[in-house]
């Protein structure tokens, strides 16, 4: 049983660029969230999607994006990356009682 | 709105001693609890995790967790640490067993032999 997927593992971008990173949930997880972890800091909450909708944000400018597809994966969209965008973007799923992190990706803003 | 404490950016413990990590938080209604693990360039690993029933909860590596509601806290232990154990250690709480996780800043583990 495959656990939450995320890729890419390592990108680096340019200043002023987007990106789009993505995440696979764990089979039978239909919610999936998405997390910042800045260096030497704990995770922070970006948003979390069910059902396709984004049911709810932390406190994050608009130029975080994502979606969810009817399959429930998800992706996260960055526009105009800053860098202080750089850090390990973490995407966990889950379902009433499970929560799954998958082991990331790293950003790198240049 | 809630949130979570880890009051030790870092412990240091001799292998075979007990070790604890400590953490409080707030949170409107029951709280979920959960601690993690990451070590260097990896993602999150669960350890253990509250929900209801009893405050004593043991997880994964030999590790506990005792809740505490009068005193809002949710420390880590271990009865005898191993330098394997030299990790980053995350508290996190959340209102909904699948909802928003609130962590803390994290305490750095060090086990030395």
């Known amino acids: 049983d495959a656990g939450v997927t995320q890729s890419p593992t390592h990108l680096i971008k340019t200043r002023g660029q987007q990106v789009t990173l993505r995440c696979s949930p764990k089979?039978?997880?239909?919610?999936v969230s998405w997390y910042q972890q800045a260096l030497g800091q704990g995770p922070q909450f970006i948003f979390q999607?069910?059902?396709?909708?984004?049911?709810q944000r932390g406190n994050f400018p608009d130029r975080f994006s994502g979606h969810q597809f009817p399959n429930y994966s998800s992706e996260l969209n960055v526009n105009a990356l800053l860098l202080g965008d750089s850090a390990l973007y973490l995407c966990?799923?889950?379902?009433?009682?499970?929560?799954?992190f998958g082991s990331g990706t790293r950003l790198t803003v240049v | 709105a809630q949130s979570v404490a880890q009051p030790e950016d870092q412990v240091n413990v001799a292998e075979g001693n007990p070790l604890t990590v400590k953490c409080t938080y707030s949170?409107?209604?029951?709280?979920?609890l959960f601690w993690y693990v990451q070590y260097p360039n990896r993602g999150l690993q669960f350890l253990l995790k509250y929900i209801t029933g009893d405050n004593l909860v043991k997880g994964s590596y030999g590790f506990e967790a005792e809740f505490n509601k009068s005193q809002t806290s949710f420390h880590l232990k271990k009865p005898s640490a191993l330098v394997s154990d030299s990790a980053l250690y995350f508290c996190?709480?959340?209102?909904?067993?699948?909802?928003?996780?609130?962590f803390g800043d994290g305490t750095t583990l060090t086990v030395k032999p």
């Open positions: 089979s039978g997880h239909d919610t």
């Open positions: 999607y069910y059902e396709e909708e984004e049911r």
């Open positions: 949170v409107s209604g029951n709280p979920y």
């Open positions: 966990a799923s889950s379902l009433r009682h499970g929560y799954t």
């Open positions: 996190a709480v959340r209102d909904t067993n699948a909802g928003k996780s609130t």
